[in-house]
Every structure is written in C-alpha cells, then in structure tokens.
C-alpha cells in the first residue's frame, strides 16, 4: 500500500544516532530502538541513509500518522535517543508543497 493511499497526515522523521554509548543504551540499541518503531509504522519509506564521522547512521524516513502534531510522533518514537547526542527531527510534509526527481 503505497503511503497516499493510508488516511492521516505525512511526516518526515529525520534521526542521527550518536557512535557512543549513553545511558540510553549502546549506539545498536538506539539504532534498532528507532528503526524498529519506524518500521511498524503504516507506509513507512526510508529515503536516505548515510554515514558521517561522529554518527552511526543518519537517515530520513516518510511515515503516515494519525497524531495531529509532529510533537506527538516525536514523543512516540524518542524510545531509546538521547537528547544533545542523538538528533530526532519530526515535521509535517503537506502534499501540496512536495517536490522529488
């Protein structure tokens, strides 16, 4: 099912996952955390992941929710990221202002 077709609002959920560990849990632990709540989610889409110096993983993901703010998601998929080491970033995508290639 493609995510058009799923009722609710479109989100890009954008993470970076620290390469140390925090009391959080090893950088796997935190990596698996996100991207297993990601990927329950309807009509999840990973667009992008890349590796940096510094970071695990980076990648930006399309989810559909029917949580009426990105906040609301955010708190639903902070799970195991430590805030000022990990970067979570949740923002509406309205569909009249998307552009792709």
Known sequence: MRAAEIIGKTYQVVYRIADQDTTSGTPEE????????????????????????????????????????AADLLAELRGRLTANKDLLLVAEVVKGNRAQI
């Not at 990596?31 to 999840?44: F, P, V």
């Open 30 to 69: 935190r990596y698996n955390d996100i991207t297993g709540r990601l990927k329950k989610m309807e009509a999840a889409t990973r667009e992008d992941e890349f590796e940096d110096a510094g970071h695990v993983a980076t990648s930006t993901w399309l989810v559909k929710s029917n949580k009426a703010r």
